[in-house]
Structure formats: structure tokens, C-alpha cells
């Protein structure tokens, strides 16, 4: 079983910056594909960024491409997400996924682990 746990959530101007992590509990995210999803207020929750599990492989939501980074450092056993140039529509709860299915990060989904989700608001 494995239990993502993110951090890093808060609350940052338009324009700045903030940086997500998320690590793991019960076993190592090595082999497992992470993504990166957010559910606005009001709102479906909605794909933001994928990786492989060697990192080489990434994916990306077009509304965060070129602004978000997603990557991970398995020796630490963490996954981070790199959120640059914000923009109030970017808040939003952000939550942590991981899934062993070779392709998921690909297909965006489906994703079998889920973290609590981290609290994101950029103020305009």
C-alpha cells in the first residue's frame, strides 16, 4: 500500500512562485508513475502534470505547460512540482498520485494511490 503525502501548499502572489512535494509512505516511489492533479472550488478535479518513474518522461495539462515543472528525485523518495508565473486560477486543492501501470503517465489516468491534497491560492 502506498500513501503519498504532499506538502509545500500555501499561498503566493500572481506572478510568484511555490513548490510542491510529494513523498511517500509504506513503499518507495521508484517504480511508480506520479502525477500531479487539482480540484477548484466549484470545480472537477483536473489532470496538471505526469512523470515516469525514471523521470524521463513527463506530460503536461496545455494551462500549465511552460510554467509548472514536475520531477523527482527517487533517492529521496519525493516527487516535486515546480509552479512558476501563478495565476489566481491556479488555486486549488493539489493532489499527489501514484500508480505502477507502465503507461499512466501517458494516458493521465487512471491513478490507483491518492495523498490528502495540498491547499495552492494565488492572490491577484
Known amino acids: 500500500q502506498v500513501q503519498p503525502v504532499e506538502s509545500g501548499g500555501g499561498l503566493v502572489q500572481a506572478g510568484g512562485s511555490l513548490r510542491l512535494s510529494c513523498a511517500a509512505s509504506?513503499?518507495?516511489?521508484?517504480?511508480?508513475?506520479m502525477g500531479w492533479f487539482r480540484q477548484a472550488p466549484g470545480k472537477e478535479r483536473e489532470f496538471v502534470a505526469a512523470?515516469?518513474?525514471?523521470?524521463?518522461?513527463?506530460n503536461y495539462a496545455d494551462s500549465v505547460n511552460g510554467r509548472f515543472t514536475i520531477s523527482r528525485d527517487n533517492a529521496k523518495n519525493t516527487v516535486y512540482l515546480q509552479m512558476n508565473s501563478l495565476k489566481p486560477e491556479d488555486t486549488a486543492v493539489y493532489y499527489c498520485?501514484?500508480?505502477?501501470?507502465?503507461?499512466?503517465?501517458?494516458?493521465?489516468?487512471?491513478?490507483?494511490?491518492w495523498g490528502q491534497g495540498t491547499q495552492v491560492t494565488v492572490s491577484s
Open positions: 509504506g513503499r518507495t516511489l521508484s517504480y511508480l508513475n
Open positions: 498520485a501514484a500508480d505502477p501501470t507502465q503507461t499512466v503517465w501517458a494516458r493521465r489516468g487512471p491513478f490507483r494511490y
Open positions: 512523470v515516469g518513474w525514471s523521470g524521463d518522461s513527463t
